[in-house]
């Protein structure tokens, strides 16, 4: 029997008595979808997965993409990224250790930005009895209701670009900036040219509509983007500013802890999320996370 636990306000459930490790009949599929998409977040305990059989649960959902780093993703499965601190035996980076600095939506500077991720843990970093590197995931949709009706019409019909190239020099910057006041030190690799043209940047609205559930919310995030389109840079920044303040109140978010075996899946059309940097080695964090393709933001 498929049971679904509200944990947050207005996202997080958990879903039991679901094995991903089996395929799901189109039935109990359904049941875990419609829980998904009206939670934003949901999470299965203790799951015994492979890689493959992660791959096939998550694109039942649509088609999955392939970051473009990579040399993050998984040998011999390129749907899926590396997230991790691990390093091999030349001090290297295994998989992206990077992901997660700012709150952010999974590829939301592509055309097509991701519907969903869904993200498995291998290994979580525990000290002392108590498990670190939680996720928090914060309701664009709820915090858009929130919303004063003045600012809704402000937002009407507003653009905003979001740049992966914008990403990118704003965590490196953050980096040596954490290096210089030493702080934890992130081995990451530098994206070639090649790969920041690979997707350019794209205009988005500030305000989308879910295309499965129809409900709206605030599709801008601190990581992605760079400005609002057609404002001057002061004010726009100072929008910015308000809104992305206002989305993580903490009535609007949702924190997780890790366990081994955790598969968690989050919206990216209504969810941002952040990871919390609070563990270094040699306390380990290895997850694995695919993501599914979405529509163009309308």
């Not at 919310?217 to 303040?245: C, P, Q, R, W």
């Amino acid at each position: 029997m498929i049971t679904v636990n509200r944990i947050g306000k207005h996202l997080g459930a958990e879903i039991s008595g679901v094995d991903l490790s089996k395929p799901l009949d189109d039935d109990s599929f359904a049941q875990v979808a419609r829980a998904f998409f009206d939670n934003e977040v949901a999470f299965f305990r203790n799951q015994k997965i492979t890689p493959d059989q992660h791959i096939a649960f998550t694109q039942r959902f649509g088609v999955l993409e392939q970051h473009v780093r990579k040399e993050s993703r998984l040998d011999g499965f390129p749907e899926i990224l590396v997230v991790s601190n691990l390093l091999d035996d030349k001090g290297n980076a295994i998989g992206a250790q990077d992901a997660g600095r700012f709150w952010h939506s999974d590829l939301s500077y592509k055309h097509e930005p991701s519907m969903l991720s869904a993200l498995y843990s291998v290994e979580v970093p525990e000290k002392a009895g108590r498990v670190l590197g939680d996720t928090g995931f914060a309701s664009t949709t709820a915090a858009y209701a929130a919303l004063p009706d003045a600012l809704k019409q402000r937002l009407a019909g507003l653009k905003n670009v979001h740049s992966y190239r914008f990403y990118r020099d704003k965590n490196a910057r953050a980096q040596e900036a954490e290096k210089a006041r030493g702080g934890r030190v992130i081995q990451e690799h530098a994206p070639t040219e090649e790969q920041l043209k690979s997707v350019p940047d794209v205009e988005t609205p500030v305000v989308r509509t879910h295309p499965v559930s129809g409900r709206k919310g605030l599709f801008i995030n601190e990581a992605h983007t760079s400005h609002l389109v057609g404002m001057d840079k002061a004010e726009g920044d100072a929008l910015l500013a308000e809104l992305y303040a206002h989305i993580v109140k903490p009535e609007f978010v949702y924190t997780h802890t890790w366990r081994p075996g955790d598969l968690l899946m989050w919206d990216n059309c209504s969810v941002q999320h952040k990871a919390t940097f609070d563990y270094d080695l040699p306390l380990r964090r290895l997850m694995y996370r695919t993501t599914v393709r979405g529509t163009v933001p309308v």
